[in-house]
């Protein structure tokens, strides 16, 4: 399994966010997906998930109406979309895996993890 997000960098506040997460390894579109950051010095947060078909998605309260996450199964390829960004969301933005067989609503499902991708908001 081998999961390479892109797409970090310097956002200006208010401004938005697209990550990419590029999968390898497996079947991409049998398994679900999810994104999470972690900014200095707090606690690992979980965004967003979708299942592996792209036929449902849940996100977290901090992205809840700004988040978009989306798969193209063809590329095997995982988007992330936020506007409205904060310099609050300064973090490392990961994508995971979900394990064979697991609940995609539980974040402790996702077990397999990219090396992130830093993101800075701020002018």
């Known amino acids: 399994v081998q999961l390479a997000e892109s797409g970090g960098g310097l956002v200006r506040p208010g401004g938005s966010l697209r990550l990419s997460c590029a999968a390898s390894?497996?079947?991409?579109?049998?398994?679900?997906m999810s994104w999470a950051r972690q900014a200095p010095g707090k606690a690992h947060e979980w965004i967003a998930c979708i299942k592996g078909d792209g036929s449902d998605v849940l996100y977290g309260d901090s992205v809840r109406g700004r988040g978009s996450i989306s798969m193209d199964n063809g590329n095997n390829t995982m988007y992330l979309r936020i506007t409205k960004m904060a310099p609050e969301s300064t973090a490392v933005y990961y994508c995971a895996k979900a394990k064979a067989g697991s609940n995609w609503l539980n974040p402790s499902s996702y077990a397999f993890w990219g090396q992130g991708t830093q993101v800075t908001v701020g002018s």
């Open positions: 390894g497996f079947n991409f579109g049998d398994y679900a």
